[in-house]
């Protein structure tokens, strides 16, 4: 079943605006992770929040995390055309064994 | 320094056929974990390594097997391919395993 699910599935902008993701778990969680993929290759790991903290910053990123309502939400301030490309959570759940379960993502376009 | 390597890039194989992805992690990273993405869908969890010894396994059957080597590269083999096994199958490399990952660009299994 899946642990993080995305909000929302499409998203389109245009640049220079802001873009929120956001994401829902079930289950208790060690971590909460935040990756981007372009066009079905590699992830690439934007951001990691810990269980305890409630808010982190990278660049034109800011993660929320609230544990209360198992939830989790990505903004990108300022966004550029090169910020198109899928955006998926994954939860570090504990007790799971050291795997990642992400959700099925959320398909960003910038349109120039 | 190089990031983590997946080989081969693409592969086209025939249902009933074994085939063998390989993985090269970060230098120093000893963890090692397997994913396998289907198109439109988050990556799944298959297997995780850590200092060659299998700590985690998804749900995935017996066809799926992994090891590590001593120098922390990764194979992962899946025998008896069926049509449901094309996917794009992403290796992850973690100093420890259980923080933030750095992904490989995938293999792309297409199975005929």
């Known amino acids: 079943s899946q642990q993080g699910e995305e909000d929302p599935q499409a998203l389109s902008i245009q640049e220079g605006e802001n873009a929120t993701m956001n994401c829902s778990y079930k289950?208790?969680?060690?971590?909460l992770q935040w990756y981007r993929q372009n066009s079905g290759r590699g992830l690439v790991h934007l951001i990691l929040i810990r269980s305890n903290e409630r808010e982190k910053h990278s660049g034109r990123l800011r993660v929320t995390l609230d544990t209360s309502k198992k939830s989790s939400s990505l903004l990108i301030t300022a966004s550029r055309a090169a910020d198109t490309a899928s955006y998926f959570c994954a939860t570090d759940v504990r007790g799971s064994n050291y795997k990642l379960t992400f959700g099925k993502g959320t398909l960003l376009t910038v349109n120039p | 320094d190089a990031g983590v390597t997946q080989s081969p890039t693409h592969l086209i194989k025939t249902r009933g056929q074994q085939v063998t992805l390989r993985c090269s992690p970060i230098s120093g990273h000893k963890s090692v974990s397997w994913y396998q993405q289907v198109l439109g869908q988050g990556p799944q969890f298959i297997f995780q390594y850590y200092e060659k010894e299998e700590r985690g396994r998804g749900n995935f059957p017996d066809r799926f097997s992994a090891r590590q080597f001593p120098n922390y590269s990764s194979e992962l083999n899946v025998n008896a391919l069926l049509l449901g096994d094309s996917a794009l199958y992403l290796c992850?490399?973690?100093?420890?395993?259980?923080?933030?990952?750095?992904f490989g660009s995938g293999t792309r299994l297409t199975v005929v």
């Open positions: 992850a490399s973690s100093l420890t395993g259980d923080g933030g990952y750095t």
């Open positions: 289950t208790s969680i060690n971590n």
